[in-house]
């Protein structure tokens, strides 16, 4: 049997031997998870890194001109698609592959992305926009799923008019 290495009790880095010192005879287990030694109210350093990603969220949203949706008299379509464009976009922005018509499609996401903050969008003219981003992203199939979402927030506006 061979010796352990950090001393006689320790079992898988938990310290159950005697404490050191003629005058110590109790036990005493040594714990490595963090926060075992923090007094009570303090933020632990996962609660901490959450609110700080929740705080960096809100923020995000108050660059692009958003802010967080509650009860508020806001047409569902109009969120439904900022939601399924800005979903896009940040898909498309973390796509590593370049393609031809990629400043095309984050042009036209931008064009909708402002179309939907600011009320209720001309259908044609998301129409169009849709036209655009689906010709330039192709079959770029890590973008489909996306493209789909956004395909089906236009489709909730209905159709354009017909001419003449």
């Known amino acids: 049997m061979r010796s352990n290495p950090r001393g006689p009790g320790d079992v898988h880095g938990l310290n159950f031997g005697p404490r050191s010192g003629a005058h110590h005879t109790g036990w005493r287990l ?8 923090r007094r009570r109210g303090e933020l632990s350093d996962v609660r901490r890194t959450f609110a700080q990603r929740r705080a960096r969220g809100r923020a995000v949203l108050r660059s692009l001109g958003q802010r967080p949706v509650t009860g508020s008299d806001e047409d569902p379509r109009v969120a439904g698609l900022r939601t399924a464009v800005s979903r896009l976009r940040r898909e498309l922005a973390a796509h590593p592959v370049e393609f031809p018509d990629r400043g095309i499609a984050e042009d036209e996401l931008a064009a909708l992305a402002a179309m939907a903050v600011g009320g ?6 998301l129409r169009r926009s849709l036209l ?4 330039a992203i192709g079959s770029v ?12 927030a236009v489709e909730l506006f209905g159709e354009p008019p017909r001419r003449g």
Do not use: C, K, Q, Y
């Open 30 to 37: 040594l714990t490595r998870f963090p926060g075992a030694h």
């Open 132 to 135: 655009l981003i689906a010709g």
């Open 141 to 152: 199939s890590a973008l489909a799923r996306g493209l789909a979402d956004v395909r089906g």
């Open 120 to 125: 209720v969008p001309e259908i044609p003219r």
